[in-house]
T-cell receptor, first 112, second 110 residues
Framework: DGGITQSPKYLFRKEGQNVTLSCEQNLNHDAMYWYRQDPGQGLRLIYYSQIVNDFQKGDIAEGYSVSREKKESFPLTVTSAQKNPTAFYLC???????????FGQGTRLTVV | GENVEQHPSTLSVQEGDSAVIKCTYSDSASNYFPWYKQELGKRPQLIIDIRSNVGEKKDQRIAVTLNKTAKHFSLHITETQPEDSAVYFCAASGYSTLTFGKGTMLLVSP
């Protein structure tokens, strides 16, 4: 069953701790993306990767880090430097620019 | 970079009415304009898209129009049904990333 999978669905962390969100796809897509969704803010781009071992900052990259060691995987680390990390995080993949983006089911991160 | 404005932020209609959501974009190089529907607690899913060489596209009850000169595009839903209730996002893309609008919450009352 092809698709894009995020885990976990819900994540709770204490303030000051780093946390890593998982994103895996078996669609053989080259490009992968991380978005942050806050109420009334739409989807804002954190990081994206168009090819293995390469990634670029999006509009709100501060306090986040990523890696792309495998085509199928694009994990996002929310570091303690992110001032307001509580949010809904969506991962997506595309075959290329200007094609349909397929989204994971999201991870809701709550930092207490 | 690209900037996408979306209006209205909420839209309430009666079942059977039409709904229109409008977006404007800033980058004249953008040439791909998708619309996504996100039901409560679920992932966004593509419902229709249009490219810059086309002015209008229809798929059953939904249609999208594009005016490249004015840099705006719109989503039209006819004969709305309660299951159309969701948040709708427009987006614009040139040669790399999608820029999304802030979303429109559509509420269809029976």
């Amino acid at each position: 069953d092809g698709g894009i999978t995020q885990s976990p669905k819900y994540l709770f962390r204490k303030e000051g701790q780093n946390v890593t969100l998982s994103c895996e796809q078996n669609l053989n897509h080259d490009a992968m993306y991380w978005y942050r969704q806050d109420p009334g803010q739409g989807l804002r781009l954190i990081y994206y990767s168009q090819i293995v071992n390469d990634f670029q900052k999006g509009d709100i990259a501060e306090g986040y880090s990523v890696s792309r060691e495998k085509k199928e995987s694009f994990p996002l680390t929310v570091t303690s430097a992110q001032k307001n990390p509580t949010a809904f995080y969506l991962c997506a993949s595309q075959q290329g620019a200007n094609t349909e983006a397929f989204f994971g089911q999201g991870t809701r991160l709550t930092v207490v | 970079g690209e900037n996408v404005e979306q209006h209205p932020s909420t839209l309430s209609v009666q079942e059977g009415d039409s709904a229109v959501i409008k977006c404007t974009y800033s980058d004249s190089a953008s040439n791909y304009f998708p619309w996504y529907k996100q039901e409560l607690g679920k992932r966004p899913q593509l419902i229709i898209d249009i490219r810059s060489n086309v002015g209008e596209k229809k798929d059953q009850r939904i249609a999208v129009t594009l005016n490249k000169t004015a840099k705006h595009f719109s989503l039209h839903i006819t004969e709305t049904q309660p299951e159309d209730s969701a948040v709708y996002f427009c987006a614009a893309s040139g040669y790399s990333t999608l820029t999304f609008g802030k979303g429109t919450m559509l509420l269809v009352s029976p």
